[in-house]
Every structure is written in structure tokens, then in C-alpha cells.
């Protein structure tokens, strides 16, 4: 199939291999990663791991944790968590997307969570940069719940009072 004005590659298309290199390097499995925790809280609610899929060379975000592979735009950690598991409420600089892979999520946007959204599997949320949110599992399993941003992006937590 073409497209018009679309330039599209042919099986003859040759990749440079170092560019190619690069994209068989990409591959993450998780059986190989290990969980990062946040950091500051002694909250057992905001003790779930996180997974650093990919990341820029200077991160901010999930700091303990060096990513599994070094990205130069693109930024994605997992919460696998446990119900009554998430993060703290904390704010970002930049865009992030939200997604619920699996499992029951509440993303609330103050300390008294008297603004909020709920997450079922396969809902997502595009949240701006500049705005307080926290996410916790509020469902009876194991849930994964994906957080994609730039790299350049930075977190802070946002501190109660």
C-alpha cells in the first residue's frame, strides 16, 4: 500500500547497522529488571516498585534506579503494585500520559483527594505539566500502571502543609 506523499521504504531499504545495533539494543525484558521504591516516604502505601523502562542521561524521576535502556526522548516507568499501593502525591514539569495496563487506579489531584479519576484496564489519562497528582491500585489484584513522559521532564514530591 503507498501513500501519497508519504515516502515509504522497501524490503530493499538498507539500515545503517549501527542504527540497527541500536534498535536490537532497545529490548528490555522484564524478568531482568529490578524495582526501584520511592524515595522519602516512610508511607508503606507509597512502598510499591516501579520499573525504569527507559530514560534520558539525566534523570530525575525514579533516581535509585538506572534505566534499562538510555532513551533520548522518551521516558516510561510501570507501577506494579499492590491494591493500596502507588505514589505520592508529586508534581511534574512537563506532559506525562497515564495508563492502566491492568488492574484498579484512582489519580488524585490534592492531599484530601477530593478531586480524582478513576482508571480501569485500558483507560489512560494525559495530565499537563504544573499539576499535583498521586496514583494508587484501589482494586482487590496486582496492577500495572504505565507513566510515559519526556525525558526531559522532572519530578518533585509535593510536600503535606
Known amino acids: 500500500m503507498t501513500h501519497k506523499n508519504v515516502d515509504v521504504p522497501t524490503a530493499a531499504a538498507t539500515v545503517p547497522e549501527a542504527l540497527l545495533m541500536k534498535a536490537m539494543g532497545g529490548l528490555i525484558k522484564f524478568r531482568q529488571m529490578r524495582p526501584n521504591f520511592f524515595i522519602g516516604s516512610d508511607n508503606p502505601e507509597f512502598h510499591g516498585p516501579t520499573y525504569k523502562y527507559c530514560d534520558g542521561g539525566d534523570p530525575s524521576i525514579a533516581v535509585s534506579r538506572h534505566p534499562a535502556v538510555q532513551s533520548e526522548e522518551v521516558r516510561l516507568i510501570t507501577g ?3 491494591p493500596g499501593q502507588g505514589a505520592p502525591l508529586h508534581n511534574h514539569t512537563g ?11 484512582v489519580v488524585y489531584f490534592d492531599a484530601e483527594e477530593k478531586n480524582k479519576v478513576f482508571l480501569e484496564p485500558w483507560d489512560a489519562l494525559v495530565l499537563p505539566g504544573g499539576v499535583p497528582r498521586g496514583w494508587r491500585n484501589v ?15 522532572k519530578m518533585s514530591l509535593v510536600r503535606a502543609g
Do not use: K, P, R
Not at 506532559?95 to 487506579?105: K, N, R, T, V, Y
Not at 482494586?139 to 521532564?153: R, Y
Open 80 to 82: 506494579v503494585c499492590q
Open 95 to 105: 506532559e506525562e500520559l497515564m495508563f492502566a495496563a491492568s488492574g484498579s487506579w
Open 139 to 153: 482494586g482487590d489484584t496486582l496492577g500495572c500502571f504505565l507513566n510515559i513522559s519526556a525525558v526531559t521532564d
